[in-house]
């Protein structure tokens, strides 16, 4: 076997930078998401409030045999950036600083949470954006940059980062697309080598989106980027190209919070007791802007393809035809301004046991959108800036456990059960430091145990 090889499958622990100095986290919309995340964090770093939802501040991990007791937080087991040395910055084409906007958004108490820092997200003002309503259409801004080009746009925020690394004295950076979903589009000829990207961005080709261009200048920029919306974004063979290239991580797409991540540990459920499944209704009704912007059919489209992927690989019909051949999946998103950023997620679920008689589950989750996305943002700019220090780039599937629709490489299919992926996030921590894998056989307890 390759040493290589055996290194890999043994361990070793690989070689990590550490995580010294301060970390810009540049986020892309300064919308009810990135204001949620960015209070979020001052509140914990004034111990105000507590991280919940956030595997990396509040998780263990165990490590070796269950007879050792070892399970440190993850934060002291692998070197994270300390919650400190984050300083934050953001593009939006809505010209509110953060403190606007998180009152705009209403996620968090106003007087508990953002009045006692209200200085703090004043002092956060978003950038310029590169804006087009073309590929948002429900949205309006003023505070765009304008260009010759999408090249030329590119390259203006290839500069604000620089500008931003400078003058905050950062030692790295790290962009999440916390911004609003972006119409339909599929891969085209633009999109497969970068010579043929470049030379659309010159053309002002309508393939080119913005949420691309923020990509395309992070990895130049050698800037890890992760997306946290449906869009295409890094989730093309340029992008992923040029990540390997550059040996920058990437990931996408779409943060799983609510009803999908309900989804991804009932579907494996049904599948593990080998019990069918008919039919799945989901719809949501949430009145945040996310909403709106999701209310226009193009934007939707690209949500929808996001929310309807899973069953299909998590089930397996192919494997499955008696169980899983005729499912009938639907999934909508009703804009109903009441409700604000509390979202709800209604699922009716039919499946049938035992001789096929058919049985019913309805799920009604009265969840929070941006209260569950917030500590997906923070874990993601940690984990991405651990996978940059320890040297890994392209797509990082281990960190499919946070999205909808995980990116993953040529010739697999993604991973989408919650367990698993939440098992390779923790094996792969122990692999990046050296530990044994956890493979759960625990057979060395019974067969092998001294009696
Ligand atoms: N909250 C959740 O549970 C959740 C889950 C999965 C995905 N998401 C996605 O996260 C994103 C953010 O959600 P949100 O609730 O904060 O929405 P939001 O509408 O409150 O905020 C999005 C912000 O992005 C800005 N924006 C739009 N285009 C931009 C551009 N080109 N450059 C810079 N800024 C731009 C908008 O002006 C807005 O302020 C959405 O795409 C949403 O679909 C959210």
């Known amino acids: 076997m390759a040493r290589e090889q055996t290194a890999v499958l043994t361990g070793g622990a690989r070689e990590i930078a550490p995580a010294t100095g301060r970390l ?16 979020g964090v001052e509140n914990v770093r004034r111990g105000r ?10 998780a263990t991990i165990r490590l070796g045999k269950r007879t050792e007791k070892r399970a440190p937080k993850i934060k002291e087991f692998v070197p994270l950036a300390d919650l400190n040395d984050l300083v934050f910055a953001a593009w939006d084409p809505i010209p509110d600083d953060a403190y606007t906007a998180a009152v705009k958004a209403g996620v968090l108490d106003k007087h508990e949470h953002l009045e006692p820092i ?65 119409v339909f589009l599929t891969p085209g000829p633009a999109h497969q080598s970068l010579a043929a990207f470049e030379k659309a961005m010159e053309q002002n080709d309508q393939s080119i989106a913005p949420s691309m261009l923020y990509a395309y200048a992070a990895l130049m920029e050698n800037v890890p980027f992760a ?15 040029l990540a390997e290239d550059r040996h920058v991580p990437i990931g996408g797409k779409d943060f799983k919070t609510g009803q999908t ?41 690209t949500k929808e393809e996001s929310k309807l ?12 035809p008696e169980l899983y051949g005729k499912v009938y999946h639907k999934v909508r998103i009703n804009y109903y301004p009441p409700r604000g950023d509390n979202k709800e997620g209604w699922d009716n679920i039919d499946i049938f046991g035992w001789l096929g008689y058919p049985m019913q589950i309805k799920v ?23 996978a940059g220090r320890a040297g890994l780039s ?13 990116q993953f490489a040529a010739g697999l299919y993604a991973e989408h059960d919650l367990f698993i992926q939440h098992t390779k996030l923790k094996n792969t921590l122990r692999w990046m430091m050296g530990e044994e894998q956890i493979t759960h056989l625990g057979i060395e307890y019974y067969e092998y145990a001294e009696k």
């Open 118 to 182: 209200k200085d703090f997200l004043q002092n956060i003002k978003p950038i310029p954006a590169v804006f087009d309503q073309y590929y948002v259409k429900r949205l309006q801004g003023s505070n765009v940059k304008r260009g010759k080009n999408k090249r030329e746009l590119a390259e203006q925020l290839r500069e604000d980062m620089r500008k931003f690394k400078n003058s905050a004295g950062l030692n790295r950076l790290i962009v999440v697309w916390c911004a609003s979903t972006e």
């Open 227 to 241: 997306n946290g919306a449906p869009n295409l974004t890094v989730d093309l063979p340029v992008m992923e190209r």
């Open 394 to 406: 392209g797509i990082q599937e281990w960190l499919s456990f946070y999205f909808k629709s995980p």
């Open 364 to 386: 009604d989750f009265l969840c929070r959108d941006s209260i569950l996305a917030a500590p997906i943002v923070l874990d993601l700019a940690l984990f991405f800036d651990l």
């Open 309 to 320: 992927g899973l069953l299909e690989h998590i089930l397996q019909p192919d494997l499955y």
């Open 261 to 301: 991540m309900m989804k991804s540990v009932l579907a494996p459920a049904f599948k593990a007791r080998m019990l069918g499944l008919s039919g799945w209704y989901s719809t949501n009704i949430l009145g945040n802007r996310d909403g709106e912007v999701l209310d226009d059919p193009e934007s939707f489209k």
């Open 24 to 39: 810009g986290v540049m986020l892309v919309g300064l919308g009810a998401v990135s204001t949620t995340f960015i209070a």
């Open 49 to 58: 409030a507590l991280p919940i939802g956030s595997l990396s501040q509040m």
